[in-house]
């Protein structure tokens, strides 16, 4: 039985103390309407209207019960309207995820945008490896991430691509850092500071290979993702870090300090970034976070739109491996 239907017909016959009013009202036929008001009656055991030719007048015990039937109606609205903002994006919970190398202003911007479009939704945020988002959106254990390329997309929708070039970073002094645009085989010899490969193995791999490709094999690759840990490395070691402009350690992407960010030419390795969510997962409260994610890696990390030339699907094998 359609219970809150049944108590629709009921109170509706109970305040219009007719059956044809009340079936227009409700926008139905008078026999289903009577039809529903005694199935309901023979449900509860109880008689609610003394029925006549001329008149329909509520019992004692219908009587006791209206209050209760308008009471569950009220709830039962109350909660659908719950529904429909939690479907909308407009109240809940929304476990999200950033990769380690978004920059600070990146993150502010993204939180302030989805912040002001979406005050009512609580946003548990979450800073984790593209490895460990997979893992999580896999359990669904999350609900929405920002992945680098490539990774395993099966079973998950994705929003637009997009692409952050990388530069590099390197001691002041050097002969590499007086050159406006650094070539990669200028590099050549000198270690290359990584994210663990555990983070992102396909990205990890490419990136190696692309620098291969370009001219420059390190002469090891060391490991590190804190700013500040990156850029010691880079001052004690003589190291080279991989980023993009946005990540660049403070004061070091307009080349002061005693590290310095330059762009690469040759055959330029690059990020690129999407959403990504479960398939069939993908409600308001997800979109909107996708929405604002693209808008920030757009306006604050200086992002642009990915044509890949290649499928999202990870290759095979790398071509190059240390």
């Known amino acids: 039985m359609d219970l809150v239907r049944h108590l629709e017909c009921f109170v509706a016959v109970a305040e219009e103390s ?34 006549t030719s001329r008149q329909v007048r509520i019992t004692e015990a219908g009587t006791l019960l209206l209050a209760e039937a308008r009471e569950v109606l009220a709830r039962t609205e109350s909660f659908l309207t719950a529904a429909r903002r939690v479907r909308d994006g407009e109240t809940g919970l929304l476990r999200a995820a950033l990769p380690p190398d978004l920059s600070g202003e990146t993150v502010a911007a993204l939180l302030a ?20 988002q997979l893992d999580r959106l896999a359990a ?9 390329h490539p990774c395993d997309v099966t079973g998950l929708e994705l929003g637009p691509v997009l692409r952050r070039e990388l530069g590099v970073l390197l001691p002041a002094g050097t002969a590499a850092a007086a050159l406006e645009e650094v070539p990669l085989p200028a590099l050549s010899g000198r270690d290359l ?52 402009r946005d990540a660049a350690p403070p004061g070091q992407g307009d080349g002061e300090g005693d590290a310095v960010w330059r762009p690469l030419t040759g055959g330029a390795p690059a990020l690129r970034h999407s959403a990504a969510w479960p398939k069939g997962r993908g409600d308001a409260a997800v979109q909107a976070f996708a929405e604002a994610a ?27 491996w240390l």
Do not use: K, N, W
């Open 18 to 51: 007719h059956f044809g009013r009340a079936a227009a009202r409700l926008g139905m036929a008078q026999p289903p309407l009577s039809q529903r008001v005694q199935r309901l009656e023979r449900e509860l055991g109880v008689r609610l209207f003394e029925r």
């Open 113 to 132: 945008d989805f912040a002001g479009r979406h005050a009512g939704l609580e946003l548990e945020l979450h800073e984790l490896s593209t490895a460990q």
């Open 140 to 148: 669904h254990d999350l609900d929405v991430g920002v992945v680098h």
């Open 193 to 244: 500071i990584l994210f663990p490969r555990t983070a992102a193995p396909a990205l990890y791999d490419e990136l190696l290979t692309t620098c291969a490709r370009g001219g420059f094999t390190p002469a090891a690759v060391r490991h590190g993702q804190g700013a500040s840990f990156v850029r010691g490395l880079v001052l004690s070691s003589g190291a080279v870090a991989l980023c993009p």
């Open 294 to 320: 693209t808008r920030a890696l757009r306006t604050a990390a200086g992002a642009v739109p990915d044509v890949p030339d290649r499928p999202l699907h990870l290759r095979p094998a790398s071509e190059y």
